[in-house]
């Protein structure tokens, strides 16, 4: 399977430590987005990438959170000093072109104690 | 205010029935609507896209289909299975790009034997 790949599936760490989180988009597609999903709620925008270059930042994400995409392939996602408002499921999805779709990795799910 | 609305937020039905769940928006200007299928525990997978010009699109036992003039998009599930119990998201883009896709909150499908 050539999908979209995030590691971990998931990660239980205490309030105040960082984490990070990796994603391996799709090879041919140059498109790379990181979301966060709450319980109940759909995926919201945190990021995006074409390439390696960062064009797109939400307002959801706070000073403490990084995310690189040193060489244009893969992705990580690092939360700085986490809150336990920072629970959720951080999904990774990756597209070839406009007005295709969005493949998604199976996320992340972050818990935060 | 979310500016893609799902209804209803649930809904049960037996196997081997029809449904229809809805997707009324408010995003413009408007690029393409997506319906995604995402089990519990797991990142969304594509059933639909359609752009502006489009009013109807089919996946096998999913069919879409879109009113850009009232802003509404239905999905319409034909003799529903087992597998087919699972959260489904309408997405709007705006323009282009992934980053400018608001989803919705998703309905919640319950199919039962």
């Known amino acids: 399977d050539t999908g979209v790949s995030q590691n971990p599936r998931h990660k239980i760490t205490k309030r105040g430590q960082n984490v990070t989180f990796r994603c391996d988009p799709i090879?041919?597609?140059?498109?790379l987005y990181w979301y966060r999903q709450t319980l109940g709620q759909g995926p919201e925008f945190l990021t995006y990438f074409q390439n390696e270059a960062q064009l797109e930042k939400s307002r959801l994400l706070s000073d403490r959170f990084s995310a690189e995409r040193p060489k244009g392939s893969f992705s990580t996602l690092e939360i700085q000093r986490t809150e336990q408002g920072d629970s959720a499921m951080y999904l990774c999805?990756?597209?070839?072109?406009?007005?295709?779709?969005?493949?998604f990795g199976n996320g992340t799910r972050l818990t935060v104690t | 205010k979310n500016q893609v609305e799902q209804s209803p937020q649930s809904l049960i039905i037996l196997e081997g029935k029809n449904c229809t769940l809805q997707?009324?928006?408010?995003?413009?200007?408007?690029?393409?609507l997506r319906w995604y299928k995402q089990d519990t525990g797991r990142g969304p997978v594509s059933l639909t896209i359609m752009t502006f010009s489009e009013n109807t699109k089919s996946n096998g036992r999913y069919t879409a289909t879109l009113d850009a003039d009232t802003k509404q998009s239905s999905l319409h599930i034909t003799a529903s299975q087992l597998s087919d119990s699972a959260s489904y998201i309408c997405v709007v883009s705006k323009n282009s790009g992934g980053f400018k896709t608001i989803f919705g909150a998703g309905t919640r499908l319950f199919v039962k034997a």
């Open positions: 999805a990756s597209e070839d072109r406009e007005n295709s779709p969005l493949h």
């Open positions: 997707c009324n928006y408010t995003v413009s200007p408007f690029s393409n």
């Open positions: 090879s041919e597609h140059n498109r």
